[in-house]
């Protein structure tokens, strides 16, 4: 997935975690489709021994919700946990425990006035931002969900390159006939 589509009431949930649990971290999950469309967020409880700092979560809460998506028709979009001190950025452990390189790493932070959320793939220690949309209706940007669908410049492309072909195929043809018999 290219992007995350949280609703505001989804990020808004994820805040409230957030605060419920401070000073400590929050952590859950984020289920959703193939394109990065977040449709339910599922707190999970953490384990960590050093919560403030860190998160652990519940294995057979996570396994619960995991077990679970066939039925509920959703994959896994990712995962999410707060800093609750710290900006919503990975932390080194964040990099070294991520074990899910497909998963978005939905962080929210908690150190400004308003939560901060910001969204990160992570893959054998490499981070990358992945956009993240907070909004109420579902972002019409990607063709990745509609593949079928040619963007207008590729059907001109597709029209074009049929013209030529029938173009050669017709000069062709002509190179191959016989020449005119000649009147004398
Ligand atoms: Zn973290």
């Given at each position: 997935m290219r992007r995350v589509w949280l609703t505001p009431e989804a990020a808004e949930s994820i805040a409230r975690h957030a605060k419920a649990a401070f000073p400590h971290e929050c952590c859950g999950v984020l289920l959703g489709d193939a394109a990065g469309d977040v449709r339910e967020v599922v707190a999970v409880e953490?384990?960590?021994?050093?919560p403030e700092t860190a998160f652990v979560m519940d294995a057979a809460g996570l396994a619960r919700v995991l077990g679970g998506l066939g039925r509920r028709g959703q994959v896994l979009v990712g995962f999410y946990h707060s800093h609750p001190r710290t900006p919503a950025i990975p932390s080194g452990r964040d990099i070294a425990e991520a074990h899910y390189p497909d998963a978005v790493q939905v962080i929210v932070s908690l150190r400004g006035q308003a939560p901060e959320v910001m969204a990160w793939r992570i893959a054998a220690g490499a981070v990358e931002r992945v956009p993240l949309l907070i909004q109420a209706s579902r972002p019409e940007d990607d063709r990745q969900t509609e593949p079928d669908r040619l963007t207008r410049q590729q059907r001109i492309v597709t029209v074009l390159g049929g013209v030529v072909a029938a173009l050669l195929v017709i000069g062709v043809a002509l190179s191959l006939l016989p020449p005119p018999p000649v009147i004398q």
């Amino acid at each position: 997935m290219r992007r995350v589509w949280l609703t505001p009431e989804a990020a808004e949930s994820i805040a409230r975690h957030a605060k419920a649990a401070f000073p400590h971290e929050c952590c859950g999950v984020l289920l959703g489709d193939a394109a990065g469309d977040v449709r339910e967020v599922v707190a999970v409880e953490n384990v960590s021994p050093t919560p403030e700092t860190a998160f652990v979560m519940d294995a057979a809460g996570l396994a619960r919700v995991l077990g679970g998506l066939g039925r509920r028709g959703q994959v896994l979009v990712g995962f999410y946990h707060s800093h609750p001190r710290t900006p919503a950025i990975p932390s080194g452990r964040d990099i070294a425990e991520a074990h899910y390189p497909d998963a978005v790493q939905v962080i929210v932070s908690l150190r400004g006035q308003a939560p901060e959320v910001m969204a990160w793939r992570i893959a054998a220690g490499a981070v990358e931002r992945v956009p993240l949309l907070i909004q109420a209706s579902r972002p019409e940007d990607d063709r990745q969900t509609e593949p079928d669908r040619l963007t207008r410049q590729q059907r001109i492309v597709t029209v074009l390159g049929g013209v030529v072909a029938a173009l050669l195929v017709i000069g062709v043809a002509l190179s191959l006939l016989p020449p005119p018999p000649v009147i004398q």
